[in-house]
């Protein structure tokens, strides 16, 4: 009959349902006499049940951890064995396997757990990435849906137009000694101030042909001026002078047009 300590092996394969044959039906007669043995099977199935559980969960409470090693330290390791039953004994060594399988198991499962917490890391990581990507999709989506759209109009947008530059049309009948101008976008002259026609001839110094103002549109008209007497204008210029009028231009010349 082994005692109470030679037992203390068996139970951690007891515990794995390893042991089998008469070894299990001799630990089975002892258990039910000692309840520090039937206590410790308990606890080593606890343990055992906890890391099959912790594979995918949380960290296991460290008294688990504890409880092992104490188990570890309680292994009757300095027990010679009888040579009487020298089969019986698969030797200390074997006998420690599960507790370190179990201890390193534990070990195994806390890191898996630290790399857990780093996957799950990376992973919210992802997930937000792969959220602000899709809302990028969804906005190319909706500028290509009105891209697409076949009632899609395109304007063009720029810096606003220039003043329109101003323009005049003067006609002229030698034959008939008159003139007519017609002119646009003027500027508004400031008071006291016309603009002055003028008559470049072939020859001599610019000869005036007539004062005129712009309405507020900047359009003008002068209508029948007399052409003075043999003169043949080589063209035509329009100043700003004096609403008096000039002899001569005082002026830059605003807008010219060559006559004939
Ligand atoms: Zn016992």
Redesign the pocket.
Known sequence: MKT?EQ?ADDLALYALEELTGSERLELEQ?LET?A??RREVQELRGDLGLLALSGAGPRPPARSKDRLLRAIAAEPRGISVPASVPERRRGLSWGLIPAVVALVLLVAVGTLWNQNQALQHNLDGLAALYRGTGEQLAQAEEQLRLLSAPDAVQVSLGPQAEPRKPHATAIYSPSQKRLMLMASNLAPVPAGKAYELWIIPTEGAPIPAGMFHPDEHGNAVMMDHPLPEGVVAKAFAVTLEDAAGSDKPTSPILIVGAGL
């Open positions: 109470h037992f002892h000692c520090a043995c």
